[in-house]
């Protein structure tokens, strides 16, 4: 999330963390944002159920929704903050999102992206894809092309920041590896339901986490 708002131009007014799941992002956002009056929204009941459990959020209003329907009037939001969610959403999300931003309102966005990798970590689990490609279908969730990124929101808009950052992990060897992306939901983003338990590797493993960072302003 500090990565995120890193050079973000100061946010007031109404804000809503879209995919906030169990408010992690939203902790941060009433503390590092606390001129904005914070919303949640998240398609996950039982995710919610921890966000509205947490005490420092308690002046947040949680909302059980999907990005391709939000429960929100027009124009009823000055910012809206995505947090490594975006890659779960179908197309229609950046409509919706355009909908409910005020003329002047800002989107700020941390997508995975899609991106070649020489990382050992990366290139097993290439390797799995291709082997089983007649059974893992490409998929929103393996994140977007650094291009599609830029066009989250249609025009017309002002893209103020646009780029692609890489975060470098090491694992003493596979089975940390596994359950770390594991944990974090991104062999199902990769895979799907049925994702590898094992990739036949030994030693340490390198594994690059290639993520987008937009901040795109409505016109």
């Known amino acids: 999330m500090d990565r995120l708002l890193q050079g973000a131009p100061a946010l007031r007014g109404r804000g809503l963390d879209l995919g906030c799941g169990t ?20 398609a ?8 509205r459990r947490k005490s420092c959020l308690q002046g947040v209003g949680f909302r059980e929704a999907k990005a391709e329907a939000l429960p929100y009037a027009d ?20 409509q919706e ?49 650094p291009d599609a990124l830029a066009r989250l929101l249609t025009p017309p808009v002002w893209v103020a920041r646009h780029e692609v950052l890489v975060e470098r992990e090491c694992f003493a060897d596979e089975r940390r590896m596994m359950e770390a992306l594991t944990s974090r939901g991104a062999l199902v983003a990769l895979f799907g339901d049925h994702p ?6 030994s030693g340490p493993i390198e594994y690059e986490w290639p993520y987008g960072v937009l901040h795109v302003q409505t016109r």
């Open 23 to 42: 408010g992690f992002s939203t902790e941060v956002l009433v503390a590092k944002c606390p001129d904005v009056a914070w919303e949640g929204a998240d």
């Open 44 to 51: 996950s009941a039982s995710m919610l159920a921890v966000a």
């Open 75 to 94: 124009a009823s939001f000055d910012v809206v903050v995505a947090s490594f969610a975006w890659h779960w959403f179908a197309e229609q999300a950046g």
């Open 196 to 201: 590898p338990t094992a990739l036949d590797a």
């Open 97 to 145: 999102v355009r909908r409910v931003l005020r003329p002047g309102g800002w989107l700020l966005a941390s997508v995975p992206v899609r991106r070649r990798s020489s990382a050992s970590g990366n290139r097993l689990l290439a390797r799995a894809l291709l082997s089983g490609r007649r059974r893992f279908r490409k998929r929103t969730s393996q994140g977007l092309s």
